[in-house]
């Protein structure tokens, strides 16, 4: 593949997922600090989002002036990354729960109550990829995904109004990245081709033919598959299509098969308890049966 340009539009999903102390992507698992072994931890998709802000990294520079001369700049490296907002049609309660507020559906049972948990000081931190729409020179419809592997997320409170039209009553989040020194895809920014600078940054970009999803497995030893949270839609084991990782390093040649029918993907057993296999792939959404 070579290097590609051409224009951008639409926002067509949004996924998360909360990361653990590795900084490995685990799902919404309930406690990303203990997780069983043979358990599938899937990306969680919003197909609701209508827009997200752009983040700003503080790009800071000296400035020299002597004899009423301009003297010279020195760059002295990034200050801060402002956080941006994240806007969808309307609250998502699995996503509020997910990301700190505490949800009940038990007080009663055909209802669900919403605390934002104002007073919660340390958020759960996850990973976030934003999908877009890109197209080549070639007039080709393709996409192009923002990943940011360390994000917290800001409860957000509901408006009312009386408007109508399109979205007349949004809902944003704030989102505080982090820099990180683990991609999404489970490997480091250090093992990713090239020299990324202090072998850690705060976003990455896919672009691909489909949009994408992750899938993380926690084995057991005797394990030899398990299955992903869409059909894929290339058979590909990692490599040219999707992107397949076993502990943070290319997993090839661990993965048998990837079935594109039933979206399992079989392993070999040789390996131990709590390995993490991380697997992004492309897919189209559908459901595996």
């Known amino acids: 593949m070579s290097a590609e340009r051409g224009s951008l539009a639409g ?3 949004m996924f998360v997922m909360k990361r653990d102390a590795n900084g490995y992507p685990v799902g919404n698992v309930a406690d990303p600090e203990s997780i069983a072994n043979s358990s599938t931890l899937h990306a969680y998709h919003l197909f609701n989002p209508v827009e997200a ?6 790009f800071q520079e000296a400035n020299f002036k002597g004899g009423q001369s301009f003297l010279g700049t020195r760059p002295l490296g990034v ?17 509020m729960d997910m990301i700190g507020s505490v949800i009940d559906y038990t007080l009663a049972t055909e209802t669900g109550i919403i605390v934002p948990n104002t007073n919660k000081i340390v958020r759960q931190q996850m ?3 934003l999908t877009i729409g890109f197209d080549n020179e070639d007039g080709e419809h393709k996409y192009l995904t923002m990943f ?30 982090q820099m990180s020194l683990r991609t999404t895809f489970g490997m480091t920014f250090e093992d990713l081709p090239g020299n990324v600078q202090g072998n850690k940054d705060f976003v990455f970009y896919w ?19 398990f299955t992903l949270g869409y059909l894929p839609h290339y058979d ?54």
């Open 11 to 13: 926002f067509f999903q």
């Open 53 to 58: 802000t752009l983040p700003t990294p503080d």
């Open 79 to 95: 200050g801060n990354v402002a956080p941006f907002d994240v806007t969808l049609t309307g609250p998502d309660e699995a996503f």
């Open 127 to 129: 990973h976030l990829g």
């Open 148 to 177: 940011y592997p360390n994000v917290t997320f800001t409860p957000s409170y509901l408006a009312a109004n009386q408007n109508a039209g399109e979205n007349p009553n949004p809902l944003s989040f704030r989102v505080t990245p």
């Open 207 to 225: 672009r691909t033919t489909y949009p994408v999803s992750v899938t993380t497995y926690i084995a057991a030893a005797s394990d030899v598959e």
């Open 236 to 289: 590909d084991i990692g490599g040219t299509y999707n992107i397949a990782n076993l502990n943070g390093a290319a997993a090839a040649a661990e993965i048998n098969t990837v079935s594109t029918s039933t979206g399992v993907v079989g392993i070999d057993a040789a390996y131990g308890n709590q390995d993490i296999y991380n697997v992004a792939y492309q897919t189209e959404f559908a459901s595996v049966p």
